[in-house]
């Protein structure tokens, strides 16, 4: 009896009660303190330092021939876009200012339509240098489009104009009105494919986006201070483990 009495004893001398716990906290207190106001004072202080970033959004529509046909198709304006104009941009900046370009430029074409949509993440002070990339690029659709519209009006003249010198021949045929009919329904199909083309157009440089990006600075001071919260407890209940096995060491 006297035996158990014992092993219960000391199975509640070896048991941490939550008094201890909170004896041993306030004896390290100060580490606490240290390490909760260190981390709360990184955390306001990089918030503070944080440049502000935006998105900086370009909008660029296609020349489409008939509703919803457009001359070229978006993702191969994109693959050329990624492929070869911005790598040239690049590479010109590269030479000039013998560093690359300080921000990303991002392309996409939102589903069913033909716009093409040029984004880029940066600061303030970066947006001359997005807004004179954006342009470059946009200056680049311009022309290719204009050129693509171009031939097409000149191939689609052209067959009218042939049509139209047929249709002139067949008129003197008496047997050929079956063929009349076939040759002036294709004239006034590509007439009406002619009328509809809409040249490319630029809609939107360099608009900022009214959100800024990233993580809020109140985030940021929030989770600095979940953090040395946490971290100031640890430390502290580490620094009494550390006292105590000095302790026993010290009496070894």
Do not use: C
Not at 50 to 76: C, M, Q, T
Not at 103 to 122: A, D, H, K, Q, Y
């Amino acid at each position: 009896m006297e035996d158990k009495q014992r092993s219960v004893q000391s199975s509640y001398d070896h048991e941490i009660s939550l008094v201890d716990l909170a004896s041993t906290f306030l004896k390290r207190r100060r580490i606490f303190y240290l390490v909760f106001l260190v981390s709360l004072a990184a955390g306001v202080l990089y918030a503070m330092l944080l440049p502000e970033k935006y998105d900086y959004v370009s909008l660029f529509r296609l020349a489409e021939k008939e509703s919803g046909n457009f001359i070229e198709k978006p993702a191969i304006v994109i693959a050329t876009l990624e492929n070869r104009w911005l790598p040239d941009i690049e590479a010109l900046h590269q030479a000039e200012q013998d560093q690359s370009i300080p921000f990303e430029v991002r392309f996409s074409n939102p589903e069913n339509t033909g716009l093409i949509r040029i984004v880029s993440e940066g600061t303030p002070a970066q947006e001359e240098g997005i807004k004179r990339v954006h342009r470059q690029l946009i200056e680049k659709l311009q022309q290719t489009q204009s050129v693509t519209v171009s031939r097409l009006q000149e191939n689609l003249e052209r067959q009218i104009e042939s049509l139209t010198s047929t249709i002139g021949k067949l008129e003197g045929s008496w047997d050929a009105g079956a063929a009349l009919a076939d040759t002036v329904e294709k004239r006034l199909s590509l007439e009406a494919v002619l009328s509809s083309i809409q040249p490319a157009e630029q809609l939107l440089l360099n608009r900022q986006s009214a959100e800024r990006k990233g993580p809020a600075r109140s985030l940021i001071v929030v989770l600095a201070a979940m953090l040395g919260l946490m971290g100031g407890i640890f430390l502290s209940f580490f620094a009494e483990f550390v006292s105590l096995v000095r302790a026993n060491l010290n009496e070894m």
